[in-house]
């Protein structure tokens, strides 16, 4: 039995979630192959899904859609349909996503995937959604970040469960969900024009870390040795997030600007004190009630600590 996981993660946070589902099928006796793309974006072209019981895609959710890089990916996708016949049962998929909010029109990122996958044979039956930290907006603290790590990690066994048993899963429609998602991908194109406006500022020590770490090689160094932006941003924030110097401002988004890897190990120190304690505070309380219910309900009882390390 064989699973295939096809991600693309920014930051880190859907790579984190992508191993809980390796690790999830793995118990469970499946095989799993992965794609990150958009480094592995040719490999798609030569996967046979029939060789998989299950197809996953995962990704941080960008303005409420999926990234660019993921819908290309399913443009990619052997198209089944045309190649076996369209009377072929449409082959299963799931979506697993994060985001740094739980709030409704999360649930209407996947709807361009599904038109993309329907039309090439696949349907999508489950897909769920991790509150993972904040790479843009503003930093999580510690201590909400380990909330969100280890009810993760409680999840996904549940849903690897529901999946692999065939339980479908699907966030209900959202009134006007569909035209919201068709506004809001705006942001693919919108990246490309924001990304021109960043730039290293005088702290750069010119390490190259932004260079080698940017998923679509849109960050080059001059022929003066400035660090220069091109026009194939997607706002990933990878660059951001990680320079070691803080050195990355990113012109008109400056204030949403997120530096510093998160440890995502139970916090030793004080609270730390956050301005953003009411921030969507209703979705995240839904979040969390209707987690514990579902965890409750699967293990029967509170489930064992995770070990932070994993």
Not at 57 to 77: E, R, S
Not at 218 to 226: C, D, P, S, T
Request: proline share 6%; charged share 25%.
């Amino acid at each position: 039995m064989k699973v295939l996981l096809i991600y693309f993660s920014g930051t880190g946070n859907t790579e984190r979630i992508t191993e809980l589902y390796k690790n999830e099928f793995a118990k469970l006796g499946y095989q799993t192959d992965e794609v990150k793309l958009p480094a592995d974006n040719r490999a798609v072209n030569c996967i046979n899904p029939d060789e998989y019981d299950f197809i996953g895609f995962g990704y941080p959710i960008h303005a409420f859609n999926a990234p660019k890089t993921v819908l290309n990916a399913c443009k990619a996708l052997q198209n089944r349909r045309k190649a076996l016949g369209r009377e072929t049962p449409r082959k299963k998929v799931f979506v697993y996503k994060t985001s740094g909010e739980p709030v409704r029109m999360s649930d209407v990122s996947s709807l361009k995937m599904r038109g993309i996958l329907k039309r090439r044979g696949y349907a999508l039956t489950n897909e769920y959604q991790y509150v993972m930290p904040y790479n843009i907006i503003f930093r999580h603290t510690d201590a909400q970040v380990d909330k969100m790590w280890q009810t993760a990690q409680a999840l996904t066994p549940v849903h690897v469960n529901e999946i692999a048993n065939g339980t479908p899963s699907l966030p209900k429609k959202m009134f006007m969900g569909g035209f919201l998602a068709w506004i809001l991908r705006a942001e693919h194109w919108g990246a490309h024009i924001v990304g021109k406006t960043y730039k290293a500022n005088k702290t750069c020590v010119h390490c190259g870390k932004c260079v080698k770490l940017c998923p679509v090689n849109n960050i080059r160094v001059n022929k003066h040795g400035k660090i220069k932006f091109g026009g194939k941003c997607i706002m990933c924030m990878r660059c951001a997030m990680f320079c070691p110097k803080n050195s990355i401002e990113l012109g008109i988004l400056k204030s949403w600007k997120v530096n510093g890897e998160y440890s995502f190990a139970p916090p030793t120190d004080a609270p730390q004190a956050s301005k953003h304690d009411k921030y969507c505070l209703k979705a995240y309380n839904r979040y969390y009630a209707r987690a514990e219910k579902t965890i409750t309900e699967f293990y029967g009882e509170t489930p064992p600590p995770q070990d932070p390390a994993e």
